[in-house]
């Protein structure tokens, strides 16, 4: 028989039971509600918002044709409302920009572009930009290229294309034209897409091609993504965000801009091929009449990788005769939209 005794009163915000005699069963069980009402509330004061209403762009269709040159010497981008309230997040947070930033919007029934000017009041002198391969600039826990301490000058645009507040398609690159991009964090994604970079007397241009192919997104006709921008100022060790949060603030996707006003059309069954051809040759010492061994050998093989875009929110890969001996510190040359491995290590 559970033994019992007096319990005066139990108060998790209110007086639940007050004089009533509890079995030391019914007190745990009790207690156990009131532990995890208790944590329930303590998650519920963690969730913050941001400290500023969350930005809103329009993006405008192309006329005319865009070459991706990083001049933006094209009449399609005087028609597009420039982005330029920016917020510093370091090293004064909160403040306004001590560079000034403009960037621009536009697409087409096969991609979006992005053309931004990166004002400098030191003109040319005051850009930092090293040259480096594909990825090596990326951040790492929220420092600039700490994955081998080398820090730039860039421009980052980050996509949510469902708009559901998790996804980030991150795109970045220096005015030295070194690109990088990783998916949710993966920096082994590596999608198709075109950049250029100008630097003058007033500091330094991109233009990004981001074509539809390489991102997922609703059929909607008309769309709005998620989308978030950066700027890095290296010699003054500035980062600049077009949607603002503060470092004790949550942050991520959730808290990204919108833009609006993408009217894409029904995407085509697009297919991207990526073909290789492996050639071996070895010469050795056999002795004369050896009939199981000669003095030379040689092979060839051919395969590819195979991307088919089903819909815009479905895509089939498949790899025929896979090319095991390719790995991903293989140097590379974009050319167009097509990848061409050169050296082996």
Same mark, same amino acid.
């Given at each position: 028989?559970?033994k ?5 009163s139990?108060?998790c ?11 030391? +069963? ?13 944590r329930?509330?303590?998650?519920a004061?963690?969730v913050q ?6 930005p809103t762009?329009v993006?405008a269709?192309?006329?005319g044709t865009i070459i991706i040159?990083g001049k933006l ?5 005087a028609?597009?409302?420039p982005?330029t ?10 403040a306004?920009p001590t560079?000034r930033t403009e ?6 029934e096969?991609a979006?572009?992005?053309g931004?000017?990166m004002y400098d ?13 594909r990825?090596q600039?990326l951040?790492?826990?929220?420092n600039n290229g700490s994955?081998n301490?080398?820090?730039t000058?860039k421009?980052?645009v980050?996509?949510d294309?469902y708009?559901n507040h998790?996804d980030q398609a991150?795109f970045?690159?220096n005015p030295?034209?070194?690109r990088?991009d ?6 082994s ?7 250029? +970079?100008?630097v003058?007397s007033?500091g330094?241009t991109?233009e990004l091609?981001?074509?539809y192919? %390489?991102l ?5 006709s008309l769309?709005?993504?998620g ?5 890095y +100022?290296?010699?003054l060790?500035?980062q600049?965000?077009?949607s603002?949060?503060?470092k004790?603030?949550a942050g991520?996707?959730m808290?990204f801009g919108s833009l ?9 069954? %697009?297919?991207e091929?990526l073909?290789?051809?492996e050639s071996?040759e070895?010469y050795?010492?056999?002795p004369?009449?050896d009939?199981?061994?000669s ?7 051919a ?5 088919y ?7 089939l890969?498949?790899t025929?005769?896979?090319d095991?001996?390719q ?5 590379a ?5 097509a990848?061409?491995?050169r050296?082996r290590?």
């Amino acid at each position: 028989m559970a033994k019992s005794f007096n319990w005066p009163s139990l108060n998790c915000g209110t007086s639940l039971i007050p004089n009533q005699r509890l079995s030391t +069963t019914r007190m745990i069980a009790v207690a156990s509600f009131c532990f995890c009402a208790s944590r329930v509330g303590l998650g519920a004061q963690t969730v913050q918002t941001g400290s500023i209403p969350l930005p809103t762009t329009v993006a405008a269709p192309v006329t005319g044709t865009i070459i991706i040159d990083g001049k933006l010497d094209e009449s399609a981008w005087a028609k597009a409302t420039p982005i330029t309230d920016f917020r510093q997040q370091q090293p004064q947070e909160g403040a306004q920009p001590t560079q000034r930033t403009e960037m621009r919007v536009l697409y087409d029934e096969r991609a979006l572009y992005i053309g931004a000017r990166m004002y400098d009041s030191l003109g040319a002198r005051g850009i930092r930009a090293p040259l480096a391969r594909r990825d090596q600039l990326l951040d790492a826990n929220g420092n600039n290229g700490s994955f081998n301490s080398l820090t730039t000058d860039k421009l980052i645009v980050i996509l949510d294309p469902y708009h559901n507040h998790i996804d980030q398609a991150w795109f970045e690159i220096n005015p030295a034209g070194v690109r990088g991009d990783q998916f949710n964090g993966d920096p082994s994604w590596d999608p198709i897409w075109q950049a250029a +970079t100008q630097v003058d007397s007033l500091g330094w241009t991109a233009e990004l091609r981001i074509p539809y192919s %390489q991102l997922r997104f609703s059929r909607d006709s008309l769309q709005s993504w998620g989308m978030q921008i950066w700027r890095y +100022t290296d010699r003054l060790n500035e980062q600049d965000m077009w949607s603002f949060r503060r470092k004790s603030e949550a942050g991520g996707a959730m808290y990204f801009g919108s833009l609006n006003g993408l009217v894409i059309g029904q995407q085509p069954h %697009q297919l991207e091929i990526l073909p290789y051809l492996e050639s071996r040759e070895q010469y050795k010492f056999a002795p004369p009449g050896d009939p199981y061994h000669s003095s030379s050998y040689g092979r060839m093989s051919a395969g590819a990788d195979m991307k088919y875009l089903l819909t815009s929110s479905l895509a089939l890969d498949a790899t025929v005769n896979p090319d095991f001996g390719q790995v991903e510190v293989d140097p590379a040359t974009i050319i167009g939209e097509a990848a061409v491995f050169r050296g082996r290590k």
